[in-house]
Structures are given as C-alpha cells and as structure tokens.
C-alpha cells in the first residue's frame, strides 16, 4: 500500500481523495519509481474536480508530471537508483501518474534528470516551464530575435506565463504580460516583464487586423484573446499556441496568415518526441538559476492537494505548485 489521490467514478458519483492505495492499481509499465515531487497543473486540477472530462480510465491517480527514483526496471536504459523525469504521455489521464508516492511506467517516456536541476526545481518547473521553454524555443527557431521588436505573454501569472517570461527576459527580449489580476503587477515585472496590460484589451471579439505590435508571442489562453493576438502580431512574426484558459475555439480570419505572413505555432507537450524534451530540459538547466525557483513556485504536500486544485481553477493561485510526496 502506498499513499496517493484516487479518483474514482461509480455511476453519477466521482470522487478525488487521498487515501491509502494498493499497489494493484497501478498499471503496467518496465520501469517502476519512488516519486519524489509532482505538481499541480491546470489539467490537474481539471482532474480533481471533475470540471472537465480529462480522466479516461478509472480508477486514476492524477498528476501529469513526476520525477523520483527507479526502484526496478526491465530497460537497459534506467537503472536502480536513476533520478528520472516525466511530464505527459497521457499520464494522469488515461495511465497513473505522479500525485502518489509510487508509480509504474513506461521506459520510452522517461528522460534521466538534467544535471544542474534538483528533483524539487525540475517540478518548480514541471510541464509548465518545459512547455514555455517549447514556446521559447519555437519563436527563436522562426528568427524571432530580441531586436524584431515586443514579445506578448498571455496568461501571465499562470506557470507556462510565468516560466515565459523568466526566460525570454533572461534571453534578452522585452516582455509584455497580459493579466487579470494587475494586483499581482510587482510579481511579473520581477520576474522580467517590462509592461502590464489588462486581459480585457484583448479578451472580447476583435476587428481581423489590428495595428501591427507584437514580433512574437506565447498563448495560453485561445478564444478570442489569440485571435487577437494574432491580429496585432507584427509582419513575419509567431504567435506560439500552447492552452485554452479562455476556450478552445478560434474566431479568427486568414488575413493576419495571408497578408502579413504571420506564423501560428501550435506547441504540444504531451507526445512531443524524446529529443525535443531533452533540448528543452538541457536549456532550462542552462538558462535558470537557483533563485528562478523560487520566485515561480511554493510547495504544498499531498493533504492539500484537492483543496489546492479548486482554488487553481479559480484563478486563485499563482506560479507553479510542487507537490512533496516525502513530506
């Protein structure tokens, strides 16, 4: 037996809790970990309550990142005592994932931990650090440099915001944060941003074209906020897509595509291949420091982690939250 949150569905009823779990829940997999830390996202929280229907399978421990210790493993590749990572694969959704002191996977999802990052900073940065690190990287690959010009984050005080906008104003752009909550202003220029716009600029349905602005930017919200930010992306610029806090329609038109030649990148974490997350790791070790961390992140245990998942969804927590299953 170990201890985890369990949701579980019975006809109408659905449940998230912790408690005691047998170890017959888990499901197969080569390579099977004492987790350390996991965290709670979004899709976390969606998980818990209930609000969306993200878990597939019953019953289903959540958690869509891990890192901890290889207790055994049928895979060359991992042996006992390796510090492995996770994020994604479905994990949390359709296969156990990480908010239990125990988990079973499968090798071909795991990356051994970076060196530079402990395992309590991999989930201060978790999918939500790797996923703005996708983003970051996919506007540098489409020549979106420092000097073409205002980098947009959406979603600013979420963990993929956050995480953006630490590293691109450690790369040298100038950021611009795009919040609802301007009470939380202080946080985002500490973490780089150099302006503070209201999410209402750009929330409500928009004119096709806007006055060009943005040489780049990263999404996490869609509806009509991308659209929009799509309107007023600059000639030759990238809007990098990566969530749907607003909804996942896009009530758009081609113009911004066809005559200005912008880019829409869409940036999924979930299945991206094997080498893709070691560049994006390698580069987070690289880019952040000690300090970054904590900045971003605060640590909860596993008691507070249903509580936790409401008050995430309603807008109430900022940053990343890491969950200490050795507390």
């Known amino acids: 037996m170990f201890k985890g949150i369990l949701i579980q ?15 017959s829940v888990l499901p197969e997999g080569d390579v099977s970990v004492d987790v350390s830390y996991s965290t709670l996202n979004y899709k976390d929280g969606l ?80 999918t939500a650090g790797y996923t703005a690190m996708l983003c970051v990287i996919a506007l540098e690959k489409d020549g979106v440099t420092p000097d073409k010009g205002e980098i947009l984050v959406t979603g600013a005080n979420g963990g993929v915001g956050s995480y ?32 503070i716009i209201d999410r209402n600029a750009l929330s409500e349905p928009g004119r096709p074209m806007a006055r060009e602005r943005w040489a780049g930017a990263v999404d996490s919200v869609g509806s009509h906020t991308l659209a929009n ?15 749907l806090a607003q ?29 893709d997350r070691e560049e994006a790791w390698s580069r987070l070790a690289e880019l952040l420091e000690a300090s970054d961390f904590d900045d971003i992140s605060h640590v909860i245990g596993l008691e507070d982690v249903v509580n936790t998942a409401g008050e995430l969804l309603a807008g109430n927590v900022r940053g990343r939250v890491i969950v200490d299953l050795k507390s």
């Open 47 to 126: 998980a818990i309550t209930g609000k969306s229907p993200v878990v597939r399978s019953f019953p289903m421990i959540p958690g869509i990142d891990l890192v901890g210790t290889v207790t055994s493993s049928e895979n060359t590749k991992f042996a006992v005592g390796d510090k492995v990572l996770l994020n994604g694969f479905g994990v949390g959704e359709v296969h156990c994932g990480g908010l239990a002191e125990k988990a079973r996977l499968k090798s071909d999802w795991l990356i051994k931990l970076p060196h530079g990052i402990s395992a309590q900073q991999a989930m201060a940065v978790g």
């Open 164 to 195: 953006a906008i630490k590293l691109l104003s450690k790369l040298g752009y100038t950021v611009v944060a795009s919040t609802g909550r301007p009470a939380e202003s202080e946080y985002l220029k500490a973490l780089g941003a150099s302006d």
């Open 229 to 243: 930010v799509c309107a007023s992306t600059k000639y030759g610029g990238t809007v990098a897509a990566c969530g």
């Open 247 to 275: 909804g996942m329609d896009f009530p758009a038109s081609v113009a911004p595509f066809i005559l200005r030649g912008i880019t829409l990148r869409g940036i999924d974490s979930v299945m991206r291949p094997l080498a």
């Open 9 to 23: 569905k019975d006809d109408d009823q659905y449940t998230a809790q912790l408690q005691d779990i047998d170890d």
